[in-house]
């Protein structure tokens, strides 16, 4: 039993080591003295942080990205609810096709739907590049919501609304005041998992980028490429902690793992 | 269950039609692109040509390549990981378990880019590397085919390790206790009983990390360059700077056939192993 003892610790401290080691590498390369990204950090600052927050570029695609993750997300549950709810409780002629057509955004690799989009939307209707974005990440949130939804409209009871319907609510009234505030959890955790995984898109957003719209992450592959400094190792580590928290938060309050 | 189908359409179409304007219909379009014959009609040459070309044969092969070897590492050590975790005691298992789903949440930007301090000229592997009299001048690592593989198996393992840690809590407690009473060695304990019984584990793991590296754009992009390519740079660039829509095209058809063939063989591969264990319960 002895080697039996000694395996579960080393695999388990290998395992995390690689999974979670170059992220400490970044965090600590972040609050280096020195030019260039090196580990070791040589010596302690905080200039490569501040200096993010002065980058004009990053400034701009950082707002891009936040107003992407919350507008697409909330385009997403606004279509996404309905068909959720159509799906679970209606008998729907062609259910299976149009939850195919639905969730088919996530099958198809992201880069081949950002080309598509902009040779066969933006370039024939001259479609900005903001509205492209906004439409693509919609496109990608969507399976996300409609999955996240469906799973915790599975787990209600239909019959307490079937009774609210017959005590006389409309179905609508029956939907808002009975279905709603319990799928609460549900639908946070979509728009969690919605915005999380429009934050952190590259290949959807890397063809439609024109002059100063980008998105934050195609930004900072852009900027590395040109400059070798610790200010990408920094702004990854805000980001990374921005995103655990709001992971955290949301398991914390929202049982966020139960629907994901 | 409600019955009005007018009223169900009404909630269900909006959705379906925003993905198949914004999604479906450019995409079928792009794809059709690459069998357009110049003067009109239709013919299969962009993919003669870009099969003859020994430069994108030598980038499709290492698509495959690397996504097989990560897919089958990330299964081994999966397993390991997986095994070790539900045998700890459950205070610890979710703990262990939140540390390896963490990186998930974390943007792949950031994660790729904590490579190029590790595995760079000046990075820790040539320090050490040096420090240790193993090589005289730094290697190179980045921009070659083993930095892709690394950055590929940190990125996916997390996906392999959380589908095995619930195939192996599904499994009947006494199997493996049983087996090794009745006689077997680990290795056929693995063989014949662990790994049928979490087989659909695997498969969905395997799926998720096999598509997970044919799509990636991220990992190749920086760890690569732009000499070391996979299918996703290869049809990037094939973009921004050929200007060549119509490879990409067939680009974009090759990874999504391969995204399905993956996902068909392997539910093969599931439902063929789920007969051989039901023989082998009938004949016992």
């Given amino acids: ?260 | 269950m409600f019955q009005n189908r007018a009223e169900a359409l009404a909630l269900a179409l909006p959705a379906a039609l925003f993905a198949a304007a914004v999604f479906i219909v450019p995409v079928v379009i792009l794809l059709s692109d690459g069998f357009r014959a110049p003067g009109g009609g239709w013919t299969i040459s962009a993919y003669t040509d870009f099969f003859s070309s020994s430069l994108n044969q030598a980038v499709f092969l290492r698509t495959l390549k690397l996504g097989a070897l990560v897919t089958i590492v990330a299964a081994v050590i999966g397993y390991a990981a997986a095994f070790a975790i539900v045998s700890l005691e459950p205070g610890a298992k979710g703990k262990v378990t939140g540390l390896i789903v963490l990186p998930l949440m974390i943007s792949p930007v950031a994660r790729t880019y904590a490579w190029i301090v590790i595995l760079g000229r000046t990075g820790i592997v040539n320090q050490a590397f040096q420090a240790l009299g193993i090589s005289e001048a730094p290697l190179r690592i980045l921009f070659s085919e083993t930095a892709i593989f690394i950055g590929l198996l940190q990125l996916f393992l997390p996906l392999m390790i959380i589908s095995l840690i619930s195939a192996l809590e599904n499994m009947p407690k006494d199997a493996i206790p049983a087996a090794r009473v009745l006689g077997a060695n680990w290795f056929q304990v693995f063989w014949k009983v662990i790994l049928p019984l979490t087989k659909e584990g695997v498969v969905i793991g395997g799926t998720l990390v096999f598509t997970g590296c044919l799509t990636a754009y991220i990992t190749p992009a920086i760890l690569g360059g732009s000499k070391v390519l996979m299918l996703e740079t290869l049809l990037y660039q094939q973009v921004s700077v050929s200007n060549n829509f119509v490879a990409a095209s067939v680009i974009a058809l090759i990874l999504i056939v391969m995204s399905f063939a993956a996902n068909i063989l392997l539910k093969r591969v599931a439902t063929a192993r789920n007969k051989t264990t039901r023989n082998t319960k009938g004949t016992a």
């Fill in chain 1, 1 to 260: 039993m002895m080697a039996r003892n000694l395996f579960i610790p080393i695999t388990l401290g290998l395992v995390i080591a690689f999974l979670i080691g170059p992220f400490l590498i970044i965090v600590a390369a972040s609050f280096s003295a020195g030019e260039t990204l090196a580990f070791p950090p040589q010596g302690f600052s905080l200039r490569w942080i501040a200096k993010v927050f002065t980058v004009e570029s990053f400034r701009d695609s950082f707002f891009m990205s936040l107003f992407l993750a919350i507008g697409g997300t909330l385009a997403a549950l606004i279509l996404g609810i309905p068909a959720s709810y159509a799906l679970s409780r209606y008998k729907l002629p062609g259910a299976e096709t149009i939850r195919t057509i639905v969730s088919a955004p996530i099958i198809v690799p992201g880069i081949i739907v950002g080309l598509s989009l902009l040779r066969y939307i933006v370039v024939p209707f001259q479609v900005g590049i903001t509205l492209a974005l906004f439409l693509a990440h919609t496109a990608l949130i969507l399976p996300y919501a409609v999955r996240v939804v469906s799973a915790s409209l599975g787990n209600l009871r239909s019959d307490i609304e079937e009774a609210a319907v017959l005590l006389g609510s409309s179905r609508l009234g029956a939907f808002f005041r009975v279905v709603l505030p319990n799928i609460r959890g549900g639908i946070m955790s979509a728009f969690i998992l919605g915005f999380v995984t429009s934050f952190n898109q590259v290949p959807v957003s890397l063809f439609l980028s024109g002059p100063g719209v980008r998105t934050l992450p195609v930004d900072m592959i852009a900027y590395m490429e040109i400059v070798f400094d610790p200010s990408v190792a920094a702004l990854s580590a805000l980001l990374a902690f921005m995103s655990i928290g709001i992971v955290f938060i949301a398991e914390r309050f929202l049982g966020f793992s139960r629907y994901v």
